[in-house]
C-alpha cells in the first residue's frame, strides 16, 4: 500500500467526487448561474467513478466523499457506494447532499453501504429557504433529516454558509438545534466562488467570529469540543447541550496547513485544492488501457501540484461551486 503525499509533506487521505453538476436547487452561493439545471454531456460515469476509486484506494486514500450538484439526482449513486465501500473497501463513504431526496432514497443508499451524511440546511425558516434556494421547501429537507435519524447515521451534521443580508438572522435557530437533539450544525464562511464581483463578495462575507458572536448572544458562551486537527470545523458546545456547534472559518482562518483532501469534478478533472483554479484533466487516463493505473499516475501528478494555499485575495472564477464540486 502505497501514501500519497504533496509536495508540502500532507497526507492525502480524502476524495471527494462530484457525480454530477446537476441540483434541483439554486443556491446563491453555488450556482448563481443556473448552469446546474441540466446534464451535460461528457459527467463521469459509473465505471469511470469506480476506476478512480480504486486508484485512491491503492494510493492510500480512506475516505471518499459522493458530492455535485446533488449526488442524488444520479441514479446511479448506490451503485457507487456499493464499489465504493463492498468491493474497494474504502473505510468512510459519505456524500453531502441538499437532503430533497433522502426520505425517498436513503434505505438504498444505507443498503449499500453508506456510512454517513452532510446535508446543506442555510435556513429554518419556510420563506427564507426559499428565497436561498430558488423554490426549495424546508419541510422536504426535514422529512430527509429525520430519515436519517430513523436509520441510526451519525454524526449528523448540518451545513449553513452564512451570507450578510440573506441568513444571518437564522444562526441561531440552527445553532438551538443542537439544544435537545446530536446534531453537529456547522457555520461555514462564505468562499468567493460564486462568479460575484469582489465587491460585491466582501459585502456579502460573514466571518465565523461574527457568527459565533450572534450564537453567543442567543445561548451564552461555547465550549470547546476536542476534535481531529486535521478535521475542518472547530467544535463547541453550549453547557448541558446534546449537540455540538461547528465553525469552518476557511477563509479568515485557513486550514490549509493540514489539508488531505483531492477532487475530482463531474468533467474528469483532478482538483488538488478548492479554492485553486488549476486542475488536471484526467479524461484520457480514464479511457486508458490499464484506467486504474493511469489514474494513479494522476494523482501523483495533481499531488505536486497542491497548492499551499488557495486562499487569496478575491478573483472572478471561470467555474462556480456547482461546477466543482463541494
Same mark, same amino acid.
Given at each position: 500500500?502505497?501514501?500519497? $503525499? !504533496?509536495?508540502?509533506?500532507? *497526507?492525502?487521505?480524502?476524495?471527494?467526487?462530484?457525480?454530477?453538476?446537476?441540483?434541483?436547487?439554486?443556491?446563491?452561493?453555488? !450556482?448563481?448561474?443556473?448552469?446546474?439545471?441540466?446534464?451535460?454531456?461528457?459527467?463521469?460515469? #459509473?465505471?469511470?467513478?469506480?476506476?478512480?476509486?480504486?486508484? %485512491?484506494?491503492?494510493?492510500? +486514500?480512506?475516505?471518499?466523499?459522493?458530492?455535485?450538484?446533488?449526488?442524488?439526482?444520479?441514479?446511479?449513486?448506490?451503485?457507487?457506494?456499493?464499489?465504493?465501500?463492498?468491493?474497494?473497501?474504502?473505510? !468512510?463513504?459519505?456524500?453531502?447532499?441538499?437532503?430533497?431526496?433522502?426520505?425517498?432514497?436513503?434505505?438504498?443508499?444505507?443498503?449499500?453501504?453508506?456510512?454517513?451524511?452532510?446535508?446543506?440546511?442555510?435556513?429554518?425558516?419556510?420563506?427564507? =429557504?426559499?428565497?436561498?434556494?430558488?423554490?426549495?421547501?424546508?419541510?422536504?429537507?426535514?422529512?430527509? $433529516?429525520?430519515?436519517?435519524? #430513523?436509520?441510526?447515521?451519525?454524526?449528523?451534521?448540518?451545513?449553513?454558509?452564512?451570507?450578510?443580508?440573506?441568513?444571518?438572522?437564522?444562526?441561531?435557530?440552527?445553532?438551538?438545534?443542537?439544544?435537545?437533539?446530536?446534531? /453537529?450544525?456547522?457555520?461555514?464562511?462564505?468562499?468567493?466562488?460564486?462568479?460575484?464581483?469582489? @465587491?460585491?463578495?466582501?459585502?456579502?462575507?460573514?466571518?465565523?467570529?461574527?457568527?459565533?458572536?450572534?450564537?453567543?448572544?442567543?445561548?451564552?458562551?461555547? /465550549?470547546?469540543?476536542?476534535?481531529?486537527?486535521? #478535521?475542518?470545523?472547530?467544535?463547541?458546545?453550549?453547557?448541558?447541550?446534546?449537540? #455540538? *456547534?461547528?465553525?469552518?472559518?476557511?477563509?479568515?482562518?485557513? =486550514?490549509?496547513?493540514?489539508?488531505?483532501?483531492?477532487?475530482?469534478?463531474?468533467?474528469?478533472?483532478?482538483?488538488?485544492?478548492? +479554492?485553486?483554479?488549476? @486542475?488536471?484533466? &484526467?479524461?484520457?487516463?480514464?479511457? %486508458?488501457?490499464?484506467? &486504474?493505473?493511469? $489514474?494513479?499516475?494522476? =494523482? &501523483?501528478?495533481?499531488?505536486?501540484?497542491?497548492?499551499?494555499?488557495? $486562499?487569496?485575495?478575491?478573483?472572478?472564477? !471561470?467555474?462556480?461551486?456547482?461546477? *466543482?464540486?463541494?
Amino acid at each position: 500500500m502505497h501514501t500519497l $503525499i !504533496d509536495q508540502h509533506g500532507r *497526507i492525502v487521505r480524502d476524495l471527494r467526487i462530484s457525480v454530477t453538476p446537476r441540483c434541483n436547487y439554486r443556491c446563491t452561493y453555488c !450556482d448563481p448561474l443556473g448552469v446546474g439545471h441540466k446534464e451535460p454531456a461528457g459527467v463521469v460515469s #459509473a465505471q469511470d467513478v469506480a476506476n478512480v476509486v480504486e486508484a %485512491a484506494v491503492s494510493l492510500g +486514500m480512506t475516505s471518499v466523499r459522493f458530492t455535485g450538484g446533488e449526488p442524488l439526482l444520479r441514479k446511479e449513486l448506490p451503485a457507487m457506494i456499493r464499489h465504493a465501500k463492498r468491493v474497494a473497501g474504502v473505510e !468512510d463513504v459519505a456524500i453531502t447532499t441538499n437532503g430533497s431526496l433522502l426520505a425517498r432514497r436513503l434505505p438504498e443508499l444505507v443498503e449499500a453501504g453508506l456510512d454517513r451524511l452532510n446535508v446543506s440546511l442555510d435556513a429554518l425558516d419556510p420563506e427564507a =429557504f426559499r428565497l436561498l434556494t430558488s423554490g426549495g421547501r424546508i419541510e422536504t429537507v426535514w422529512a430527509g $433529516i429525520e430519515a436519517i435519524v #430513523a436509520a441510526g447515521l451519525e454524526p449528523v451534521k448540518l451545513n449553513a454558509v452564512v451570507i450578510r443580508g440573506l441568513n444571518e438572522g437564522e444562526v441561531a435557530g440552527l445553532a438551538g438545534l443542537t439544544r435537545d437533539r446530536p446534531f /453537529q450544525v456547522r457555520f461555514i464562511e462564505y468562499m468567493h466562488l460564486d462568479n460575484s464581483s469582489p @465587491e460585491e463578495y466582501r459585502g456579502k462575507y460573514v466571518s465565523g467570529a461574527e457568527t459565533r458572536l450572534l450564537i453567543e448572544a442567543a445561548f451564552g458562551p461555547l /465550549q470547546a469540543v476536542p476534535v481531529d486537527p486535521s #478535521a475542518p470545523a472547530r467544535l463547541y458546545r453550549v453547557d448541558g447541550w446534546r449537540g #455540538a *456547534i461547528g465553525f469552518i472559518n476557511s477563509v479568515s482562518e485557513p =486550514f490549509c496547513a493540514g489539508c488531505s483532501r483531492m477532487r475530482l469534478t463531474s468533467d474528469g478533472r483532478l482538483r488538488p485544492c478548492l +479554492m485553486h483554479d488549476w @486542475e488536471l484533466d &484526467v479524461r484520457h487516463a480514464l479511457r %486508458a488501457a490499464d484506467p &486504474v493505473a493511469a $489514474i494513479r499516475e494522476a =494523482f &501523483v501528478l495533481a499531488a505536486r501540484n497542491k497548492v499551499a494555499t488557495g $486562499i487569496k485575495t478575491p478573483v472572478v472564477r !471561470d467555474r462556480t461551486m456547482v461546477a *466543482i464540486g463541494g
